[in-house]
């Protein structure tokens, strides 16, 4: 009856660790996807941002007379990267960030898809084009091209409209060509519909007109269902756990030095696991990233797919910092619980059979 009951707790102890540990991870998952603040301090907006803006003004000055057939060098020239991520005014990105994480979180809360409507304000990042940060950029472009030899730029004298041959001209101050491009840039935007001719850029995250609209919208409604699965049910998912725990306590510990061992083995596995598991996680994360198929480089398309990786992996980052720090508590706590019941073992086998031996203890 004794070696069947401590099978039984062998068995309940290792059923144990198989369910402590998905439900280290899958628990804090369900913290995290659930807290919109804990979303919104995680995503790092200025830099979110400044790479999408860059990549969109990029797209935009490509179509534009006069700078779409620069070399790519230029267009991927140091230089130019500090000049656009200086478009960005102070504050802006993480407001507009806060908007998109609170389109997704309304949406997840009621499943109105009218509520992934997202609305973007871009008047302070065409204000700062149409000024200095915006000449700056031309002057970028330009101290990036090559010194032309021969050639010299095309200039309408009625218009002001300097078109740039592929190179520097040697003979005109590269200052007074920057003012009068950035002069053409501005009226570039002033006259056009397009995305930096708009005070205010709003897209829909489900468009119809962008491809995979549909796969999106089935991958909302399951993030939906899971998302409110977490928000109430998600306490549940200890519940196994403990009651293996509680049946290893009831079918193994016969006495002090048991209980330490039969529990604190346990536990202390479970602890080292997810510390180990926390810790390879952001390898296969990365694999994934590199085998995935590459984000398509349009205007809201653009915007969205970077959004949602940048969002992923921040969600993924804090995520893991808090199965990783429980796992360390419940390594430190199971570790403790083996000490515990080497010394227990110890000191009453120093007691001695008077005063109640480990053996008289197993059977009290």
Known sequence: ?????????????????????????????????????????????????????????????????????LPAVVRESEALQAALDNLLPPGWAASQTDAVVDAIFN?????????????????????????????????????????????????????????????LPQFIPVDLLATQLHATVVLVIDSSGGTLGSQVLQFNLLDPNIPGTAEARQTLQRLR???????????????????????VFLLGVRSPGGFGHWLGWPILATGGL?????????YLFDYGLRVAPPLQQEGAVLLVGRFVRAAVEALMAIWLQRVMLQGALTFIAGLFLVGLGFIAGWMLAEVGPGAGSAREWEYR
């Open 1 to 69: 009856m004794r070696g069947c009951s401590r099978l039984l707790a062998l068995l309940m102890a290792l059923l144990f660790v198989a369910t402590a540990v998905p439900v280290f991870f899958l628990y804090n998952l369900a913290q995290v996807i659930t807290d919109r603040e804990a979303v919104k301090q995680a995503l790092n907006g200025e830099e979110l941002l400044s790479e999408v803006a860059t990549a969109m003004v990029r797209q935009e000055l490509e179509n534009q007379p006069g700078v779409r057939d």
């Open 107 to 167: 949406y997840l809360e009621t499943g109105d898809e009218a509520a992934l409507v997202v609305t973007v304000d871009t008047g302070p990042l065409v204000e700062a084009l149409r000024g200095e940060a915006g000449r700056q950029l031309v002057l970028a472009v330009l101290t990036s091209l090559p010194p032309c030899t021969t050639e010299l730029p095309n200039i309408d004298l009625a218009t002001g409209q300097i078109d740039i041959p592929g190179c």
């Open 274 to 282: 997810s510390l180990f598991l926390a810790w390879f996680s952001p």
């Open 225 to 247: 269902q899971i998302y409110l699965v977490s928000e109430r049910w998600s306490w549940l998912l200890w519940l196994a756990p403990l009651v293996c725990l509680a049946l």
